[in-house]
């Protein structure tokens, strides 16, 4: 029932910035948690942000707190995920992911229910 497409992928120096976009179909976005993952060559995907379905707590893992910021804009069923202080190994393609009424720590799972095909993003040093 529910669709993502994520965009906003692309190459940045070192120390750089770039902001993602996830956007979802259907009328019921704002019931549902949403979270970014991230999976470079040859590793497991890996849990980086999420934001809870009432929009009030976001939850990041310890290698991007303080860099990366997730919010989101109901009205425009849009989740957005930026991105400061780029490194190296920040390099993946990241996904965006929903599950309904879920809270933002919750979502640090691999088995959520919706989600999208991904944007490459890559930091060169």
């Known amino acids: 029932q529910v669709q993502l497409v994520e965009s906003g992928g692309g190459l940045v120096q070192a120390g750089g910035s770039l902001t993602l976009s996830c956007v979802a179909s259907?009328?019921?976005?704002?019931?549902?948690?949403m979270a970014w993952f991230r999976q470079a060559p040859g590793k497991e995907r890996e849990f980086v942000a999420a934001?809870?379905?009432?929009?009030?707590?976001?939850y990041y893992a310890d290698s991007v707190k303080g860099r990366f910021t997730v919010a989101r804009d109901n009205a425009k069923n849009t989740v957005w995920l930026k991105m400061n202080a780029l490194k190296p190994e920040d390099s993946a393609i990241y996904y965006c992911?929903?599950?309904?009424?879920?809270?933002?720590?919750?979502?640090?799972?691999?088995?959520?229910?919706?989600w999208g095909q991904g944007t490459q993003v890559t930091v060169s040093s």
């Open positions: 992911a929903a599950e309904q009424y879920s809270s933002a720590q919750a979502m640090a799972r691999s088995n959520l229910d919706y």
């Open positions: 259907g009328r019921t976005f704002s019931n549902y948690g």
């Open positions: 934001i809870g379905w009432r929009g009030s707590t976001t």
